[in-house]
């Protein structure tokens, strides 16, 4: 439940947050001698001061470089929740106006730090989280466009953060069904693992022809209404890993924060969530998702290491390492992607370990072969805060993928991981279409408590999706 709502009114409040060097005043004198000595660094925000008046913290947005995309005025928001809660007070009014105001990024700061998945505890002291209204008086669009953003993020957080035992392929397409009736697509469910392969996804049946529960591909389909005047040779597709458990399969993984992998539906969850928010604002462009979800369970039925199958296109695929399963279930989404018209794509899983080695776990990899169309999606994370950077999709590793007999084999060899998945996946899609693969092995999984997150999965991709289909509407 969400515990915080965000206001644009103003009102009375029992706690006041003043933005340092963008709040004007006057302030009780206390107040203004502790932001003077903040802002000649004889301080550090947040500083909590109580006086007469009431209790105030006084925040400051940090000049870190690495802060940019409106994440300094997020964290803003995280360290003005948590002096909420500290205070247990039922409100707060944020003081902030003129130039350089981020309000929006502010407002998603407050949403986002307030997350917490708490479905399976029991209740706890409503005390010690009452509901909490945040003040920002005079922003009103900034607070609509910020709630809705944070809340969908906070969706997909939601999902990583869900038990495997809860959210399964099958729930994980219920959800999808209900968080976008009425948004104006049409959902479709593949269900199964025969069926699956007589649709034409041999891939996403392999890998979850073992789970506990049947493999699905959830296929979302929109097209813009007459009035909206579609806009001609741009159809974006949108696709996302979704393994609900990958234990590795009958290539185990060692046990080790094996149940890290319940988050390894973060690609899914990231392009639903997106979702939510994209369709709600009706694209002048036709657009596709397509949810890849199975559970990588090894038993009798399991996938071994040394099958053969054929993919969608046509390539013939090794299984070397069952562990490798993500390339497999989204490969034929791909290629059915370009299939429906897609002349746009983007993928999002959390496919490599070997990308967090690359980029450590707080930047995403991109990879594409269309230089104009990986900047723009790297420059779409930017601007939303998510750090998102190229990769070469360096043909020369092509041949780590050789194997005598079949077309590609599963994996690569020991270097360059990430490399060698994305060359793996750009083989089953078409040249010419506009096609980035983003890993966000790193900071989707990021969950020992990252900047404003609380500890649990952070729903990365979200916001650069949003930003992005919003930017194609032009
Ligand atoms: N889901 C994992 C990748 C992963 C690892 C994500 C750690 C987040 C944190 C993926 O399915 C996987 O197991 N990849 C293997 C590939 C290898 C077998 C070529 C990996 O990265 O070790
Ligand atoms: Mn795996
Ligand atoms: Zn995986």
Same mark, same amino acid.
């Given at each position: ?28 004198? %206390? ?18 001061? %109580? ?23 997020? #964290? ?6 948590? *002096? ?21 990024? @502010? ?24 509901? @909490? ?93 007459? $009035? ?99 390339? #497999? ?14 002349? +746009?794509?983007? $993928? ?52 780590? @993928?050789?194997?005598? +007999?079949?077309?590609?084999?599963? %994996? ?12 793996? #996946? *750009? ?9 980035? +693969? ?34 194609? *509407?032009?």
């Amino acid at each position: 439940m969400q515990r915080i709502t965000v206001s644009a009114a103003r009102g009375a409040a029992e706690l006041t947050a003043i933005v340092i060097g963008h709040a004007a005043g006057p302030f009780p004198p %206390v107040i203004e001698e502790a932001a003077a000595r903040i802002a000649a660094k004889q301080a550090t925000a947040p500083l909590l001061v %109580v006086t007469e008046q009431g209790p105030f913290v006084l925040v400051k947005p940090e000049a870190k470089p690495w802060l940019t995309g409106g994440e300094a005025w997020r #964290l803003l928001g995280g360290q003005i929740v948590d *002096a909420a809660r500290q205070l247990r007070v039922g409100s707060v009014t944020v003081v902030a106006e003129g130039e350089g105001v981020e309000a929006q990024a @502010l407002v998603e700061g407050c949403v986002l730090a307030d997350y917490r998945y708490e479905a399976w505890k029991k209740k706890e002291d409503p005390e010690s989280r009452p509901r @909490l209204t945040v003040r920002l008086p005079g922003y009103a669009s900034a607070v609509r466009e910020g709630v809705a953003i944070a809340t969908a993020q906070n969706l997909a957080r939601e999902l990583a953060d869900s038990p495997p035992n809860e959210l399964h392929p099958p729930s994980f397409a219920a959800r999808a069904r209900r968080e976008l009736a009425g948004l104006g697509a049409r959902l479709r469910v593949i269900s199964g693992a025969a069926q699956l392969r007589r649709a034409g996804f041999p891939g996403l049946a392999q890998v979850g022809q073992a789970g506990s529960s049947e493999p699905c591909l959830v296929e979302v389909r929109y097209t813009p209404p007459r $009035d909206r005047q579609a806009q001609r040779d741009l159809h974006l597709a949108l696709v996302g890993k979704g393994i609900t458990f990958d234990s590795g399969g009958l290539s185990l993984k060692p046990g080790d924060k094996m149940w890290e992998m319940k988050a390894d539906m973060s690609g899914a969850a990231a392009v639903l969530a997106a979702l939510t928010r994209i369709l709600a604002e009706r694209p002048p462009y036709p657009l596709s998702a397509f949810l890849c979800l199975a559970e990588n369970l090894p038993d009798s039925r399991a996938q071994r290491p040394g099958d053969i199958y054929r993919a969608r296109n046509g390539t013939s695929v090794h299984v070397e390492n069952t562990d490798a399963e993500g390339r #497999l279930i989204m490969a034929d989404a791909l290629t059915y992607a370009c299939e429906s018209g897609a002349t +746009h794509l983007v $993928d999002l899983a959390t496919l490599t370990g070997a990308c967090i080695v690359a980029l450590g776990e707080y930047v995403a990899g991109a990879m594409g072969r269309h230089e104009d169309w990986t900047r723009q999606v790297c420059a779409a994370g930017a601007a939303v805060g998510e750090q998102i950077w190229p990769l070469p999709l360096h043909g020369e590793y092509r041949k780590l @993928l050789e194997h005598p +007999h079949a077309d590609i084999n599963n %994996v690569g060899g020991k270097w360059g991981g990430a490399i060698t998945a994305g060359l793996f #996946l *750009a083989e089953f899609v078409p040249e010419n279409v506009h096609w980035v +693969h983003l890993d966000i092995a790193g900071p989707a999984m990021a969950n020992d408590g990252w900047r404003y997150y609380s500890k649990g999965f952070t729903g990365f991709g979200t916001r650069t999706l949003i930003h992005l289909a919003r930017e194609l *509407a032009g």
